[in-house]
């Protein structure tokens, strides 16, 4: 019901009257930096991403003696552990001083991905078993605009990825859950990044319930942790959803499908249970 740690941050607000050296870096949470070169008439800026998954920032300025050469505020996605140039900062007048303060947003995920076309999900649990859908795409509940699917597991049953991917993040230690507001940044969860740059979510999981670690590689099947009841939650229960950024970097959830053992390749349906195929084979 909660789409887990929604990783928002507002970067700090930094004024440079002066730079101390030919170089300034900033890092933030091991993620990316954002470094600036001094050039005397000039400042080049630059990101420089420390991970192999995508990050998307906007970075807007406030500018003393300078003018940027693109236009603010930019939005730039970031991946692979690159390092490009941002945006160069003129200096007006160099009998003056200058300075420049920059504030920053930034999202996992990449603001350019775009779904593939065709792609069947697996349900995300084990074989044997029906399982409710609680809640749908746009349920009443909590799923107001979103496309994402609540299914009714009991806590410590295995969950499996419902497609392959790299982990790029993991929160396991939370121990409690409720309808308390102060819960809804308090889930346990799972994302799984898709070859086209999507993320699949799986959250709710219980305390230490992660199988997985950042950088590991996902096979579609594989067990990844144990359902649980964990932050803004009435019960025991995943919650499912795959998405990706737009560029002011909200989420936009996708209607996915999933191949199901009695209905075929469907759009699940919140009231209905599911089975996953008997064919479909896991890992783990």
């Known amino acids: 019901m909660l789409t887990g740690g929604k990783m928002l941050h507002i970067g700090l607000l930094i004024a440079l009257l002066s730079m101390s050296g030919p170089e300034w870096s900033e890092c933030y949470e091991d993620t990316f930096c954002i470094e600036a070169e001094d050039a005397g008439n000039r400042v080049d800026v630059y990101v420089r991403s420390l991970v192999d998954w995508d990050v998307t920032l906007s970075m807007d300025m406030e500018l003393a003696n300078m003018q940027a050469d693109q236009q603010l505020p930019q939005v730039h996605s970031v991946s692979s552990q690159q390092r490009f140039k941002a945006l160069t900062l003129k200096v007006k007048d160099i009998s003056r001083s200058w300075s420049f303060r920059y504030d920053l947003k930034w999202m996992?995920?990449?603001f350019k991905a775009r779904h593939?076309?065709?792609v069947v999900y697996e349900l995300p649990f084990?074989?044997?078993v029906d399982v409710l859908v609680g809640q749908g795409f746009h349920g009443t509940e909590t799923h107001h605009g979103k496309y994402a699917i609540d299914f009714d597991l009991p806590e410590g049953t295995p969950v499996r990825a419902a497609r392959?991917?790299?982990v790029i993040d993991v929160v396991e230690g939370y121990k409690k859950g409720g309808v308390h507001p102060a819960m809804k940044i308090r889930a346990n969860y799972v994302k799984i990044r898709h070859e086209d740059g999507t993320i699949a979510q799986y959250v709710h999981l219980r305390h230490?319930?992660?199988?997985?670690a950042v950088g590991d590689r996902i096979r579609t099947g594989e067990l990844i942790g144990y359902s649980g009841n964990t932050g803004f939650s009435t019960g025991p229960h995943l919650h499912f959803e795959v998405f990706s950024l737009n560029?002011?970097?909200t989420r936009r959830t996708i209607p996915i499908t999933f191949q199901t053992a009695r209905r075929g390749v469907v759009h699940l349906q919140e009231g209905l249970y599911y089975r996953r195929p008997s064919s479909q084979l896991t890992s783990r």
């Open 108 to 110: 996992t995920g990449d």
């Open 116 to 118: 593939a076309p065709g």
């Open 126 to 128: 084990g074989h044997g």
């Open 164 to 166: 392959e991917g790299v």
């Open 208 to 212: 230490l319930g992660a199988e997985v």
């Open 247 to 249: 560029k002011d970097l």
